[in-house]
Nanobody, 125 residues
Framework: QVQLVESGGGLVQAGGSLTVSCASS????????MGWFRQAPGKEREFVAV????????YYKDSLKGRVTISRDNAKNMLYLQMHNLQVEDTAVYYC??????????????????WGQGTQVTVSS
């Protein structure tokens, strides 16, 4: 059974930094691209970042480039999202997700077939 469990969310002041993590189990983590998405209150879930199986290639939402970094540790079955210079508009529930196709690297939520429960990130002004 695939399980994804996010952690590390919390309250941070604008301009601060935060790293959220995702622990995975129930599948061969190193064989799948993994992504981060977020959903703010009243808004649709949106793509944040994706990383290939080996971690050698990453893609980011254009507006977040330079402020977030996705990484993974295949030995520990862990996915990470480092966020810097956080802004109030970054407030959202952050979700990690497993790609449906092992070779896919995509920003569409429909291309992911397993999701964590999310971790809340709140940025105060």
């Amino acid at each position: 059974q695939v399980q994804l469990v996010e952690s590390g969310g919390g309250l941070v002041q604008a301009g601060g930094s935060l790293t959220v993590s995702c622990a995975s189990s129930g599948f061969l983590f190193s064989s799948y691209a993994m992504g981060w998405f977020r959903q703010a209150p009243g808004k649709e879930r949106e793509f944040v970042a994706v990383i290939t199986r080996s971690g050698s290639i990453t893609y980011y939402k254009d507006s977040l480039k330079g402020r977030v970094t996705i990484s993974r540790d295949n030995a520990k079955n862990m996915l990470y999202l480092q966020m810097h210079n956080l802004q109030v508009e970054d407030t959202a529930v952050y979700y990690c997700a497993k790609s449906r196709d092992p070779t896919m690297i995509d920003g569409k939520a429909s291309e992911y077939d397993a999701w964590g429960q999310g971790t809340q990130v709140t940025v105060s002004s």
